[in-house]
């Protein structure tokens, strides 16, 4: 079975995660940002963007205030412009072709993820009809880099963590697959930035685009 990341991997939320970043920085008298400057920061979730957008971190006073006003804002546009990155509806239905499962393991909470997937169509049905399981961040204690949301949708598919292989763009992907026992992909078409270093990252492959994965298949 193949497990994916949503964000970033499979699915492009960085026009919604910037519009709900960009209407609280407005709040707040700050210019906006552009897509580019969010667009390696998306995988991040409202910690990333936080740090982006106002310089504020976990450990600050008021860090928590800001990430509730930060979701609540999101919670109005998430469903807004979701779409699939280029080449994955190709992916997953020659997956789907081949008679190979999938499905998604995100640190997202859940009550955005699940409307998410829904939003996402493929052809007459939607990513969250076609998808083996979604487990999201919130399903845990401890989400990503921690394993066991990953060990939970083995548990829901029925399969071995050992017959499984993890798709995503973020180094906590990669340490969360390695954990669980899986082989691990790192997409280099998703949220990766400049200062990231994915080749040490200790992924077993690299791919550029998401067909790629059938060769390594």
Same mark, same amino acid.
């Given at each position: @079975?193949?497990?994916?990341?949503l964000?970033?991997?499979?699915?492009?939320?960085?026009?919604?995660l /910037?519009?709900?970043?960009?209407?609280?920085?407005?709040?707040?008298g700050?210019?906006?940002?552009?897509?580019d400057?969010?667009?390696?920061?998306?995988?991040?979730?409202?910690?990333?963007?936080?740090e982006?957008?106002?310089?504020?971190?976990?450990?600050?006073?008021?860090?928590?205030?800001m990430?509730?006003?930060?979701?609540?804002?999101y919670e109005?546009?998430f469903?807004?412009?979701?779409?699939l990155?280029?080449?994955?509806a190709?992916l997953l239905?020659t997956?789907d072709?081949q /008679?190979?499962k999938?499905?998604?393991?995100?640190?997202?909470?859940?009550?955005?993820?699940?409307?998410?997937?829904?939003?996402?169509? @493929?052809?007459?049905?939607?990513?969250?009809?076609?998808s083996?399981?979604?487990?999201?961040?919130?399903?845990?204690?401890?989400?990503?880099p921690?394993p066991?949301?990953?060990?939970m949708?083995?548990? !829901?598919?029925?399969?071995?963590?050992?017959d499984c292989?993890?798709?995503?763009?973020? !180094?906590?992907?990669?340490?969360?697959?390695?954990a669980?026992?899986?082989?691990?992909?790192?997409?280099?078409?998703?949220?990766?930035?400049?200062?990231?270093?994915p080749?040490?990252? /200790?992924?077993?492959?690299?791919?550029?685009?998401p067909l !790629?994965l059938?060769?390594?298949?």
């Open positions: @079975m193949i497990l994916f990341d964000d970033g991997t499979l699915v492009d939320t960085a026009h919604d /910037g519009l709900a970043l960009n209407i609280q920085l407005e709040r707040y700050k210019p906006p940002l552009s897509h400057e969010i667009w390696p920061i998306a995988s991040h979730g409202s910690r990333g963007l936080l982006l957008g106002f310089a504020i971190m976990p450990a600050d006073a008021n860090f928590e205030k990430r509730v006003e930060y979701l609540d804002l109005a546009v469903t807004n412009n979701p779409r990155l280029p080449g994955i190709v239905d997956l072709a /008679g190979i999938w499905g998604i393991v995100t640190n997202k909470p859940r009550r955005f993820s699940v409307d998410l997937v829904k939003a996402v169509k @493929m052809g007459d049905t939607n990513l969250h009809q076609r083996a399981c979604l487990v999201c961040g919130d399903d845990a204690v401890l989400p990503k921690a066991t949301t990953l060990l949708a083995c548990a !829901e598919t029925g399969f071995l963590a050992s292989i993890y798709v995503g763009d973020a !180094e906590r992907d990669v340490q969360a697959g390695k669980a026992g899986m082989r691990t992909v790192v997409a280099l078409f998703g949220y990766i930035a400049q200062s990231d270093k080749a040490e990252w /200790g992924a077993d492959v690299l791919i550029n685009t !790629e059938m060769d390594y298949l």
